[in-house]
């Protein structure tokens, strides 16, 4: 076997690697530790690439961790479609963590920063292990990692809010996999197996004898999946979580932490329940209004906020019900949409938490009322957050319109009309508390009272590459639509 | 009458069960973060018990493989499994007690109530 057969495990393991070695090397020779984890990044994108050039041509790459095969052993599978979620996730990290080298150095202790990229690393590490992973198990560990790498980049901060608000996320989160795990001992009790695959086929018949017990599994893992990734009722900890945070990591939590919850749960949908499921009692429909309420609730609940990065908070909560609705729909251009507002909205939301982050690092400002005339002052970050805004909305020429087209389109096909009003309905409320901070910070007459810092350029560099990224997505969506057409047609 | 023997037959998940809710409930209900870590304990704890119910069948033994013996096995992988699950379930309490630690610093209690109290109050 050569290298290049590991690669499934090595994007992985990188990840973990790099996440030990940077503290020692962030003591002993303080400039390679950024670059260590750089080079981690690329290299598992670089990965991925390979991975997906390799599936191309010669289908779906599965893995077996230390040669057991499954159901025994571990099992990483590697399809177009997990490949995807890999290379959205790596690639906003990558861009978010070279954002991050300059801010941390302002918002954080000097002594800890080695320490956050080891946060950092085993983040990213765990994300890519929770797409990868064909196992329950496995996928439960990798969820806790997840958690407590996710909470520990909030608490590094070491104020009165994030500690709080990290110990909220902590215990919730903590709900969240302690109703995952008994969620999986209903399904082992049944089957005996682990991975999805044995799982899938063994489920349907089981599903006969046993339907009580996957009905409990059912819900427990919308409740769990749901806590994870802030489906509406079950949001509380987002808010304060996502906007005490440094700024990097509010962009990795808000922008990548939560959607790769929304893809387990459709994992869990789509390839381990069996079929019978779904069509039997309606799963679907419960995601679809808790994604249609939150999604209208978000908008309302940010439109109250004061504090800017509060506000960018709640606004994913609507957001991320765009996601849930693209589950919810069972439709294959539901999917499609769903998963293109995964793309749009990691990069959107991670400019929009990184120019808050600029604003804050140049002029110390986080109230709404406070940015009137920012917009001379910082030209290019609010000219981000302008694009960013418009692609919230929804206006033509940004993602995220691509995203909800799909999604509108698709409810218009199953004759379910109303939940075009909703996009609608959420789109204008999102244009309501989006658009007044960009008209004020351009139009207002009057100056901006604060003095403005000048901003590292390569903090404003990464703004611009999100800039692009989002008008791109708006016009060329062909190669990522195709994709997902294709493997969403497997499963209508 | 067929759920009530079944209930009784398999009593070893019914305690599970219970102790599940009783710490989930605690958990979201009580104002102190010990309390709390302490309830997210006893959660975990309820779902390795079920984890290592299911592998066992009556009158099994452990699974160590003895020459020329006819006996019946408990199946390993449960506890294999949740072995690696205490791990897991170690390192978030230590994270969380170490956040107490931290907020007990700030506000001299570990009641959230109180703290949100004093925050009101600012």
Redesign the interface.
Known sequence: MGLSDHYPALIVVIFFIAAFLSPLLYRWARRISAALIISALIAALAMVIALMVEVQHTGTVYYHMGGWAPPWGIEFKADSLRLYMLLVVISVSLWIFVFALRDLQHELKKRVIGWYYTLYALLVGSMSGIVLTNDLFNLFVLMEICAISACAIISIKEDRECLEASFKYLILSAMGTGCFLLGVVMLYMVTGYLNYGFLHVELAEAFNIYPRNIFTAAALFIVAFGTKAALFPLHVWLPDAHASAPSPSSAMLSGVVIKIYAFALFLMFYEVFPRALLESIPLNEIILWLAALGTLFGSIYAMMQSDLKKMLAFSSIGQIAYIFMGIGLHHDSALVGGFYHIMVHAVTKAMLFMAAGVIIYSTGVREIKDLAGVGRVLPITMIAFTIGSASMVGIPGTGGLISKWYLAISALEIGRPVFVLVILASSLLNAVYYMPIVINAFMQQEDFKKEAKSVPRIMLACLVIGMLFIVVSGFYTTPVVTLLQENFSVYF | MEILRGIVDNYYYMVAIIL?VI??YT??THSN?IK?VIA?NI??AS?FL??VA?GYAHGSQAPIIREGAEVLYANP??GA?IL??IV?AV??TA??LS??V??YR??DTCDYDE?CEIRSQE
């Open positions: 599940f710490g989930m958990m979201l973060m709390k997210m959660m975990d779902v079920m984890f299911v992988l449960p499994l690696t699950g897991v390192s978030v994270y969380a956040l107490v931290k907020i700030y506000y703290i």
